[in-house]
């Protein structure tokens, strides 16, 4: 059979670890994006069972991809949705987690909209965890219980995803972003130091909005202090659009029941028309490698898998399309602890391009910011390595000239 698993905060893990403890399956793949918590699906003693089919790949799945234990499917998140409700990955079973039916016996989707709207609606067979502690969302998030055809009651806490305390490099570059958005700007950032950064240097602005894939904790006081009103948004104006929620039980609360907050399918938030409606859109994505030209690498170290392909070239290009709007991949210049520039003459063998150099505008690291759009291939190599780590520059121009086209 192919099973959907519910990703993020509403992953079902104890109906999760009683699929792996079972012995009698054998070739059931799992479609999924990524899960937050344990993944026992991926152990071992669960080949031949289970394969586990990640559309975004997990720390907590990342090693058996790399291993071969487990697969990756590079595919635009917004491109998701559709697989499902097209018949292209036909969906056997849904497995979820859900909120508790209200008094028309209504479930939601809770935490995690994205794919899980179209798993939900299409899927022959829809199990789920009813938990008492899943927040009730508001926008395209129904599933009436009727739909389901069976279910387990808990009352457990979700897996949560707390803040990482950000270093100097990404406060900086944090700074830099954050220079960048202008009074009346519509956000997409995602989970992590340098989005964090960004928004806590947000204060002095004023009449921003949302309209991203992903929700964090560090919008709430944003949203608390009157910063983010959805005032001048075009698309679900005067409230926060998002597919997906990470963060702390204080977000979940901040989430529940909320009206100001609507949660939709990634079909719908990372649909590139629908981005670029709105004004001003300022799309925050990061990158493990840049070369001299400006093509970005966001999902693997050379051969190696890490991550996906996600929102980022969704966002990237619904920025570009807005009127205003500014495209930014935002990364520190270097990694293996100062011994490695994450701006190089070409991609490591492998890569994969996530952003093409014609899609890419603002690059940002801790030495500047700068916009490579329409620019020839020189300039974009002048402007990269002027805010590469200055201990690469000199070899940076080396192999610029004697790559670069002129």
Not at 62 to 75: F, H, L, S, W, Y
Not at 229 to 235: I, P, S
Not at 271 to 297: E, Y
């Amino acid at each position: 059979m192919n099973v959907f698993v519910h990703g993020g905060a509403a992953a079902p893990t104890p109906l999760l670890d009683a699929l792996a403890a079972r012995a009698d399956l054998r070739d059931v793949r799992l479609y999924h994006l990524h899960v937050e918590g344990p993944a026992p699906f991926v152990a071992p003693s669960c080949v031949g069972r289970l394969m586990s089919v990640s559309m975004f790949v997990g720390a907590n799945v990342r090693k058996a991809v790399q291993e071969g234990r487990a697969e990756a499917m590079p595919v635009f998140l917004s491109d998701i949705p559709s697989l499902f409700t097209s018949g292209a990955i036909r969906l056997d079973a849904a497995i979820l987690q859900l909120s508790p039916p209200d008094r028309n016996g209504l479930c939601t989707l809770g935490t995690s909209v994205d794919a899980a709207r179209a798993a939900a609606d299409t899927a022959g067979l829809v199990l789920a965890e009813i938990n008492t502690r899943m927040p009730r969302t508001l926008g395209n998030t129904v599933v009436p219980l009727r739909r389901l055809h069976a279910f387990t009651s808990t009352d457990r806490p979700l897996h949560e995803h707390l803040p990482t305390p950000c270093g100097p490099v990404e406060s900086r570059i944090g700074e830099l972003i954050a220079d960048l958005v202008e009074d009346g700007s519509t956000l997409q950032l995602g989970i992590g130091c340098i989005p964090d950064a960004v928004l806590t240097r947000l204060g002095n602005k004023h009449d921003l909005g949302i309209h991203t894939e992903m929700f964090s904790d560090g919008m709430l006081p944003l949203l608390e202090g009157g910063v983010i009103t959805n005032r001048h948004k075009a698309v679900h104006p005067g409230r926060s659009t998002t597919s997906f929620v990470i963060g702390t039980r204080r977000l979940f609360d901040f989430v529940h029941d909320n009206p100001l907050v609507e949660f939709h399918g990634a079909d719908r938030t990372n649909d590139t028309a629908t981005i670029g409606r709105n004004p001003k859109v300022v799309a925050v994505n990061s990158a493990l490698q840049i070369d001299l030209t400006g093509q970005v690498c966001a999902d693997s170290l050379g051969h190696k898998i890490y991550s996906g392909i996600g929102g980022q070239m969704d966002f990237i290009r619904g920025a570009a399309r807005s009127k205003g709007g500014k495209p930014i991949i935002g990364l520190p210049s270097t990694a293996a602890g100062g011994t490695v520039s994450r701006i190089a003459a070409e991609l490591t063998p492998g890569a994969g391009v996530v952003t093409t150099r014609g899609h890419v505008h603002w690059v940002v690291t801790e030495y500047g910011a700068v916009n490579l759009h329409g620019k020839t291939f020189r300039e974009r190599a002048d402007l990269l390595i002027g805010i590469a780590h200055p201990d690469f520059r000199a070899e940076l121009r080396r192999q610029a000239a004697a790559s670069i086209q002129r």
